[in-house]
């Protein structure tokens, strides 16, 4: 069966450090790979998704980007943190096919400080 | 622009009783739909999916959501209502679009169960 791992869970960072989420997926080969982020009381966000490795789209400007060194792996990173990066990180995958649904890693809790 | 709006912030019912969370969307074909479910600080759970066929489709925990395509509208609905229910429930839709499934989420709506 597929899992989906994120790590940290946690993380508190000071203002101007840099970031990096990792995201990895096992049980499944090729698959798409989604960042969202979700802000305190607010839905979900998408903020990048690969379709393959080193293939990276971006759905918003901001400070963040985002990297897929191997397959079922998927980086999120900053350069520079900003308050406004504070806000819980979700990963997700899916499978490319006729009905393609997402699912969703456990996510990590980022504060920036 | 596809959009999706879950008019009810918060919720608040008994245990036993029965629950409709509201899911409009706006999307110009026939769409994917998805419920999730969010506990406190965990990821988001697949309680269902729709896409085509039988418009009454069938979840986990007891779930199950009406697509009603004159209403644009897919609610969620369980007879009667656990604790561990209590949670935070989003509605999204998933426009496939050439390679990836783009999905679009509604606020959410935060469940809570009074014992």
């Known amino acids: 069966s597929q899992t989906i791992h994120q790590w940290p869970a946690t993380l508190v960072q000071p203002v101007g450090s840099p970031l990096s989420l990792e995201c990895t997926v096992e049980g499944t080969s090729n698959p798409n790979l989604y960042w969202y982020r979700q802000a305190a009381g607010r839905g979900l966000q998408l903020l990048f998704y690969s379709v393959g490795i080193g293939q990276i789209s971006s759905e918003v400007p901001q400070n963040l980007s985002a990297s897929r060194p191997q397959d079922r792996q998927f980086i999120l990173s900053s350069k520079k943190l900003l308050l406004s990066d504070s806000g819980f990180y979700l990963c997700?995958?899916?499978?490319?096919?006729?009905?393609?649904?997402?699912?969703f890693g456990p996510g990590t809790r980022l504060l920036v400080l | 622009a596809q959009s999706v709006t879950q008019p009810d912030i918060h919720i608040t019912v008994s245990e036993g009783a029965s629950l409709e969370l509201r899911c409009n969307y706006s999307y110009g074909a026939t769409p994917y739909l998805f419920w999730y479910v969010q506990s406190p600080g965990q990821g988001l759970q697949l309680l269902l999916k729709y896409f085509s066929g039988d418009t009454l489709v069938q979840g986990i925990k007891g779930f199950e959501a009406e697509f009603k395509r004159s209403q644009s509208s897919f609610n969620l609905r369980k007879p009667s209502v656990h604790w561990s229910d209590a949670a935070e429930y989003f509605c999204?839709?998933?426009?496939?679009?050439?390679?990836?499934?783009?999905?679009?989420f509604g606020a959410g709506t935060r469940l809570a169960v009074h014992p």
């Open positions: 999204a839709v998933g426009p496939f679009s050439g390679g990836y499934n783009k999905l679009i």
């Open positions: 997700a995958w899916s499978t490319l096919g006729q009905v393609e649904t997402q699912y």
